[in-house]
């Protein structure tokens, strides 16, 4: 996944919402959600993210356990690899997850820029 | 470091800057340099964090190695368990990366409340 872009370009947020010591919503999750979605099948988004049908399946399980309603449901199959989907609450999860990305990232843009101008391999004159 | 509170009144963000696939500055980081500015010690701070000696030290030789100027300098001893303080920079980036937990956990309360409202174990009538 990593592309030759220019110096410090790169630099992001990654956000998690920690809920308490064990259960928290992070990247991962969040993508694996948007690749249940796309895919229609756990198994088939872990494969897109290289991670094992039993990390996919375990990461489905700790949302649906962490939620008041489960966010993915299989909707044939089960574990056998049938399909699934997100319900209505994935979908606003994962929703809430990517704006808070966005405005974190958007309302500490000017700090995130103090710290990468500390970064070596400033271009001159940045 | 697990305390009995009220429920979901934990829920907090963990943010991470990421510079590249390699390197980043998140939590442990963070809490790392506040550990050193507070006992002068590189391996004090990493025994209060229960982090081996040889972890605490490739964390500060990642980031000494990551910014333009070191933000961890040994004043004696070295690796041979002398004192360590924070430089100016160490400093400034602690304080520019606890500003920007402040700023996005800010910004995010809102989303961070939807999400949180969707969690189990919510108090009736909340």
């Known amino acids: 996944m990593s592309e030759p872009s220019s110096l410090n370009d790169t630099t992001r947020l990654r956000i998690r919402v920690v809920f308490d010591d064990d259960a928290m919503l992070g990247p991962g999750k969040a993508d694996l959600l948007e690749r249940i979605r796309e895919t229609g099948s756990i198994a ?3 494969r897109t993210m290289s991670m094992s049908y039993k ?19 299989s ?34 843009a000017a700090r995130i820029g103090l710290i990468k101008s500390m970064l070596k391999d400033i271009p001159e004159g940045k």
């Open 55 to 73: 990390r996919a399946w375990s990461l489905v399980e700790e949302m649906n356990a962490v939620f008041r309603d489960p966010l993915v449901v």
């Open 75 to 108: 909707t044939r199959g089960g574990r056998k690899g049938g399909g699934a989907r997100l319900t209505e609450s994935g979908e606003a999860i994962l929703t809430h997850y990517r704006k808070l990305e966005e405005i974190a990232a958007e309302a500490g």
């Open 44 to 46: 088939a988004a872990g």
